[in-house]
């Protein structure tokens, strides 16, 4: 998708470093703002709701962004990555709360 929407910004290679910061700074995030939640409230739903916000709030950042400044980033391609950063934050989240209880 990336490919046919904005292809000539791509790089040849990802940035590998970069996207490691972001990743791990990012796990920490879920951990901090889902997981942690979510084992004081007991609930995988509390892990799933804000596993999803932060998803939409950190890939919405991104993709409208992007939206606003890169001449080839669509509407769809926006709404897809957001769609993205919802679904695999909140089931990252979940996994984490569920790998948490597995250590009790």
């Known amino acids: 998708m ?3 929407h904005v292809g000539g ?3 040849s290679s ?3 470093g970069a996207a490691a910061v972001f990743y791990l700074t990012y796990a920490g995030g879920i951990v901090y703002l889902a997981v942690l939640p979510a084992l004081r ?3 995988a739903r509390t892990a799933l709701l804000n596993g999803a916000v932060l998803g939409g709030v950190a890939y919405g950042t991104y993709a409208f962004t992007n939206y606003a400044m890169l001449e080839g980033w669509t509407v769809s391609l ?3 990555d957001v769609g993205w950063g919802i ?3 909140a089931v990252t989240a979940a996994c984490g709360l569920f790998a948490a209880r ?3």
């Open 2 to 4: 990336y490919e046919e």
């Open 102 to 104: 597995l250590g009790d």
């Open 14 to 16: 990802p940035e590998l």
């Open 78 to 80: 926006a709404a897809a």
């Open 9 to 11: 910004l791509l790089r």
């Open 41 to 43: 409230s007991g609930g």
């Open 87 to 89: 679904v695999l934050t």
